[in-house]
């Protein structure tokens, strides 16, 4: 199956990689069918398979042949056949229950649920779990201006910095269990920046939500005192058309809000990579800037 999706995806390559929106609009076919196709977890039906093909300019006919060779590997084996003597009919004696009826009734109902719940996955109806993004931090690929930071870094890093808090002081007089803490590089206007590759594609539906402000040190945590630094906290979605930008907030760090985010995905839904990124001001000093509650939600 994964070599399959491999080739519808290389199918839909040579045809200038379009949007599964687009595809979608050609296939008469939802986009988030179109792309779980392409994704090679599961055998998707024929329908989809040649929807998909159709919108890209294959050969239905070549591709159906395929479809059905795979779907004879994948399937399950035949039920083992009953022996003989089971098949006999047999008289019924008032007042007695033939053998083997409870079994038999028991065999229908689970291949019932069986068939049903796959026409449920088939048509697009399974649930779509939510991303929780900052246990994924430790894998993203960061980097600013003097190239790639390490996870892990410090706030001496003069090439900028990116770690995990825990119970970590905000600007907002709370403390938050665990902040993904970003600083840009420590120049005038530097940045920092990950890209994140996400464990399924982007779902129609699909928002991306998190907070964001500025750290503060203990002494100002107590006494009420702010003082921080400005950074422009920036999302994008990286998608063939290259990286394009879906939110941007401008916080500083002694205005005591921790701006919340929320935006709607559903225009890049197969899209399987994000990237956050803070930008500086004329200055990098106090840019402590925090990223939490950090996901992909499925909305209804």
Request: proline share 8%; hydrophobic share 40%; glycine share 12%.
């Amino acid at each position: 199956m994964q070599a399959f999706a491999h080739e519808l995806r290389e199918l839909r390559r040579g045809a200038g990689n379009p949007p599964y929106r687009a595809l979608a609009a050609k296939a008469y076919c939802s986009a988030s069918a179109l792309a779980s196709a392409a994704g090679g977890k599961e055998l998707p039906s024929l329908n989809v398979t040649l929807a998909y093909v159709r919108a890209c300019g294959g050969d239905e006919a070549v591709w159906e042949r395929r479809w059905r060779e795979l779907n004879v590997q994948v399937a399950r084996p035949p039920a083992p056949v009953r022996p003989v003597e089971d098949r006999v009919p047999r008289t019924r004696v008032p007042g007695t229950r033939v053998p083997g009826t409870r079994v038999r009734w028991i065999g229908l109902a689970v291949v019932l649920v069986v068939v049903v719940a796959g026409l449920v996955l088939l048509r697009g109806g399974g649930a779509v779990e939510p991303v929780e993004l900052i246990p994924l931090a430790g894998t993203a690929s960061w980097r600013s201006g003097q190239g790639p930071v390490a996870w892990g870094s410090g706030s001496r890093v003069q090439a900028g910095a990116v770690n995990l808090s825990l119970q970590a002081p905000m600007e907002s007089g709370v403390r938050v269990e665990r902040v993904l803490g970003t600083h840009p590089e420590w120049v005038p206007h530097g940045y920092l920046e990950g890209d994140f590759t996400l464990p399924r594609p982007i779902h129609e539906n699909d928002h991306f939500v998190a907070s964001v402000g500025f750290y503060v040190d203990e002494p100002g945590f107590a006494t009420g005192d702010r003082v921080g630094g400005e950074v422009d906290f920036s999302v994008y979605v990286l998608d063939e058309g290259g990286p394009r930008r879906v939110a941007l907030v401008r916080d500083v760090g002694n205005d005591w809000r921790t701006p919340r985010l929320d935006v709607d995905l559903s225009p890049y839904e197969g899209a399987t990579s994000l990237r956050i990124r803070v930008d500086a001001g004329d200055t990098a000093a106090q840019d402590w800037a925090g990223w939490w509650d950090m996901r992909l939600e499925p909305r209804p």
